[in-house]
C-alpha cells in the first residue's frame, strides 16, 4: 500500500473511509483529540473512542461506548486514526495489525509521525497518512 501524502489520496481516504476509530481520544471538547473526531461525526463519520479510562468508566462519546484497545472494536474499521505522541505510536501497532479485518489506513494525526511505524503498516497493506489534520483536510478537500 501507500505512504500517503497528496491532497488526492488523502481525500480518497476521507471520500471512501466512514468508520474511524479514535486512539488517544480525550473528552476535554477544547483538545483536538476530541473536536477533530466531534468534526467528523457531524461529517456523518462513525467515531469509536479508544481510550482506556473513559472505556473504564463506561462513557459513550457520538453514539459509540469508548473502548480500551482496538481489539475489542467489534466493526470493521476503516481508518485508525492517532492522537498520541509520536514516540508512542508504536504501542499501539501491534493492536493495529491484529486488527480484524486490516484498518484500510492508519492517519497520524497533525505533529504526529512514526517512520517504523509507517513502514510496518505499509508492509502489511495498509495505508498510511502521516502529520495531517483530519479536519482541516476534510474541510478543505470535501
Known sequence: M???DTLQDVGRILRDHKVIAVVGFHPDPMKPAHYVPEYMYRQGYTIIPVNPA?????ESFFGNRA??????IAV????VEVF???DKVGVHLADMLAMKPL??????QQGIRNEEV???L????????????????????L
Do not use: F, I
Not at 122 to 141: K, P, T, W
Open 118 to 120: 509507517a513502514a510496518e
Open 84 to 86: 498520541r505522541r509520536s
Open 67 to 72: 473502548v480500551s484497545t482496538l481489539a475489542e
Open 122 to 141: 505499509l508492509a502489511h497493506g495498509v495505508d498510511v497518512v502521516q502529520d495531517r489534520c483530519m479536519l482541516a483536510d476534510h474541510r478543505a478537500l
Open 54 to 58: 473513559l472505556a473504564a468508566r463506561g
Open 76 to 79: 470493521p474499521v476503516d481508518v
Open 2 to 4: 501507500t505512504h500517503l
Open 103 to 108: 484498518p484500510r489506513a492508519v492517519w497520524m
